[in-house]
């Protein structure tokens, strides 16, 4: 039940595109995954195949997108093709979301990258589980390397944080004089973002360069010939 529950929290957690580490905040500790994520992050993250996986009208997923999202879901307790279908629907929607945010103009300026880290930083410190994050941290070869791989990171994560925020802001707006329950009016706008990212995918049209398992993708795409 536990590996049942961390997985579909962090799935939400995703689904809000938050950047995959952060994913960590949102369950109880457990230092076997978190370390074993670090040393993922610490010493692939340079090393995977930056070929093209699948290009869209405006999106590009590379093979890196795809291995560093499956290894997070084998990690969660997935099995290896569950991991891997759920890591093509999940870059396949990050991708599109990042071009939406930038053609909506959410960029992002460097400073405004590393304010958001030091208020991540904060978060971090007063989290119940923050041995959770030190897990990872300790990975690396040092706080400052890490943090660094994290910027890189939030250089696409930000804009789209910054675009899904105020898309739920509006649909919130959009509810203030119903009668609904908070909680109906949640669950309409989860239901609301699936149907978004859906349709974002579909716009982009991919084409792929490698085979894709049946089981991955939620709408009709094809494969590059």
Known sequence: M???KRIKIISLILAVVFTIAIGVIAYSSDSG?????????????????????????????????????KQFFILSGMEESEAESNAIDYTLEHEALYQAAIENGYTVSEEEIWKYLEELKQIIDSAENKEDFVDIMNQFDSEEEYWNFQFQVYQKDLPIRNYVKDLEKHFMETKRYSNESDNDILKEWENYFEQFKTQLVENENYKFSAPVPTTALRTNLTRAK
Request: proline content about 0%.
């Open 2 to 4: 536990r590996t049942k």
């Open 33 to 69: 995954f978190m370390s074993e994520w670090g040393k993922y992050l610490k010493n692939n993250s340079t090393k995977i195949s930056q070929t093209n996986y699948a290009e869209g009208e405006h999106a590009t997923v590379t093979q890196k997108d795809i291995e560093q999202a």
